[in-house]
């Protein structure tokens, strides 16, 4: 049984930087794509990244390129996100997600693409 699980959230100020882990059990696959995503109150969830390790691919959503950095250590069945130069607008509750099964015809930030999803950690942006 595949399980995920957040850690890293929290309150910060603008400018300020943390990093989420998303610790996967029961998933060792490195040929799929595993994304973060964040859903901000009134909004609809978003993709903010995704890797898809076995070919260093990495893909972000442009409100946080140059800022957010994806990374996953295979060994440790973990990903992560270091994100840095926080802004309020980064508020919001991520969520990390793993695909299954090859879905290629789905682009990563799609979010029918993973079939497994985390509970989700909190990410607070103060001005």
């Known amino acids: 049984q595949v399980q995920l699980v957040e850690s890293g959230g929290g309150s910060v100020q603008a400018g300020g930087s943390l990093r989420l882990s998303c610790a996967a059990s029961?998933?060792?696959?490195?040929?799929?794509?595993m994304g973060w995503f964040r859903q901000a109150p009134g909004k609809e969830r978003e993709g903010v990244a995704a890797?898809?390790?076995?070919?260093?691919?990495?893909a972000y959503a442009d409100s946080v390129k140059g800022r957010f950095t994806i990374s996953r250590d295979n060994a440790k069945n973990t990903m992560y996100l270091q994100m840095k130069s926080l802004k309020p607008e980064d508020t919001a509750m991520y969520y990390c997600?793993?695909?299954?099964?090859?879905?290629?015809?789905?682009?990563?930030?799609?979010?029918?693409?993973?079939?497994?999803w985390g509970q989700g950690t909190q990410v607070t942006v103060s001005s």
């Open positions: 997600a793993a695909e299954l099964d090859a879905r290629p015809s789905r682009p990563w930030f799609d979010l029918m693409k993973y079939n497994y």
């Open positions: 029961g998933y060792t696959s490195s040929r799929n794509f």
């Open positions: 890797i898809k390790s076995s070919t260093l691919y990495t």
